[in-house]
């Protein structure tokens, strides 16, 4: 797995407590190639072997940044993954209709799936070697597209999403000027069975949805698959380009 990567490879992954984090985790730790793992979480996970683990929360970029710092001390990073999101939470779930619309819970949730993310982005980004070859990879998911929207709703989780892809093609254009060899991507897990989608698996067509361990690898296979010249691009668990 990940042969896109040099032997030895270090990997991070910011939210390994998740469904689709955990799966990440048994992946890489499984993976005799990749010689460091770091797990991150609000808690701290359990560590062995390889693995170390450290806190941050999204909301912290004091945690992130201490994080970042921590894990350069061991040296250079090669894979970055962003396994967070939202979609529900104890008091709200996605929108229907633009009468549900509430700025406490959009500042929530642009606060989990854009800004979080984009300060790790901001503190990891520079974890990456120069010299060698590279991935950050943060989660997003398909209803993040616009040309790709046809149903509607789920309005702050959608224009979140949307938002993280756009810096994902920032950040990919500023971190190929310094280095050459990586990759800034967005990935959609399909729908997989994790507390985010529970809610709303009812429709979910028959083999349609996922386990985290199945979505997890056939992202790796699709991250393992990319070169440099196709920085700043949505990929699907399937390795199709997901259009903005
Ligand atoms: N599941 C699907 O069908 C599906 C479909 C499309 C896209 N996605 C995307 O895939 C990603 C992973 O989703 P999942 O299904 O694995 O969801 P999940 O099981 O609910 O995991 C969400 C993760 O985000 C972390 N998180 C939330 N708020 C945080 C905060 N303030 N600070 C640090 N971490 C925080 C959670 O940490 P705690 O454990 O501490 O809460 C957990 O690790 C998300 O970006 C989601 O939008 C999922």
Redesign the pocket.
């Known amino acids: 797995m990940l042969e896109n990567l040099p032997d030895n490879f270090r990997a991070v992954i910011f939210?390994?407590?998740?469904?689709?984090?955990a799966a990440f985790r048994r992946a890489l730790e499984e993976d005799g190639r990749c010689a460091a793992l770091y797990v991150g979480?609000?808690?701290l996970l359990e560590e062995g072997g390889k693995t170390r683990s450290f806190t941050?929360?999204?909301?912290d970029e004091a945690s992130i940044a201490a994080s970042a710092e921590m894990i350069g001390e061991g040296g250079q990073v090669h894979l970055v993954l962003v396994?967070?999101?939202?979609?529900h939470g104890k008091d709200f779930g996605p929108e229907r209709s633009w009468r549900e619309l509430n700025a406490e819970t959009m500042t929530v949730v642009f606060a989990?799936?854009t800004i979080?993310p984009a300060l790790i982005a901001k503190h990891a980004l520079e974890l990456l070697p120069r010299d060698e070859p590279s991935i950050f990879a943060a989660?997003?998911?398909?209803?993040g597209s616009i040309g790709d929207n046809s149903l509607g709703g789920w309005h702050s989780y959608r224009a979140s999403?949307a938002a993280l892809n756009m810096l994902i093609r920032n950040f990919s254009i500023e971190l190929k000027r310094k280095k050459k060899q990586s990759l800034c991507v967005s990935l959609?897990?399909?729908?997989?069975?994790?507390?985010?989608?529970e809610p709303f698996q009812r429709g979910v067509p028959e083999g349609k949805l996922f386990t985290?361990d199945y979505s997890a690898r056939q992202l790796l296979s699709v991250l393992c698959e990319l070169t440099p010249d196709q920085t700043g691009q949505s990929f699907a668990w399937d390795g199709q380009v997901i259009e903005w």
């Open positions: 939210g390994a407590s998740g469904g689709i984090g979480g609000r808690q941050f929360d999204l909301t396994p967070t999101g939202i979609l989990i799936n979080g989660l997003s998911a398909r209803v999403k959609h897990p399909g729908t997989v069975d994790t507390g985010l989608s985290p």
